[in-house]
C-alpha cells in the first residue's frame, strides 16, 4: 500500500479512529463522491473499504481507480467472496484486500474469511 501522504485527493478525517484506521472522502473521476476506510495493519491485512454517496455498489472501474489510488500497479489486490453461509452484509460497500508485504502464499481460505469476519464485526486487534 501506498504511503498515505503521498495519496492525492482525499480529504482526510482529522479525528482519531480506533485501530490506525484512516477514514476519508474521495470524488472519483465518475464526479460520485465516496468515503474510504482504510486499515493498513488489520490481523495482517491492508483493507480498503469504499461506500459510494450515490446509495448503489461501487462499479469495477471505479473500485479499479481507488485499487490504483491506493497500491501500486504490480500489486495485486482482492476481492473477497466468502460462501454464503458466511456473508456478512452492512453496508453499500465494498472491500479491496492485500495481505500485508503481498505474500499470498501464506494465506489459506480461513486465513481470508477470519480476517473479513474480524473486520466486519468490528474484533480487529489495536
Keep these: ?23 476519508g472522502l474521495l470524488e ?19 483493507h480498503i473499504s469504499v461506500e459510494l454517496y ?31 453461509s458466511q456473508y456478512v452484509n452492512m453496508t453499500e460497500a465494498l472491500h479491496l484486500w492485500r495481505p500485508i508485504g503481498g505474500d499470498w502464499r501464506m494465506m489459506n481460505g480461513d486465513a481470508y474469511r477470519e480476517a473479513g469476519r474480524s473486520v466486519l464485526n468490528g474484533e480487529v486487534d489495536e
Design 28 to 46: 472519483l473521476p465518475t464526479g460520485v463522491r465516496c468515503s474510504v476506510v482504510v486499515g493498513n495493519n488489520e490481523d495482517g491485512w491492508e
Design 54 to 84: 450515490a446509495r448503489r455498489l461501487p462499479t469495477w472501474e471505479e473500485m479499479c481507480y481507488v485499487k490504483d489510488l491506493f497500491w501500486d500497479d504490480e500489486e495485486e489486490v482482492v476481492q473477497i467472496h466468502p460462501k454464503k
Design 1 to 23: 500500500m501506498k504511503d498515505l501522504k503521498s495519496v492525492k485527493g482525499v480529504m482526510w478525517k482529522t479525528t482519531p479512529m480506533p485501530y490506525g484506521i484512516k477514514c
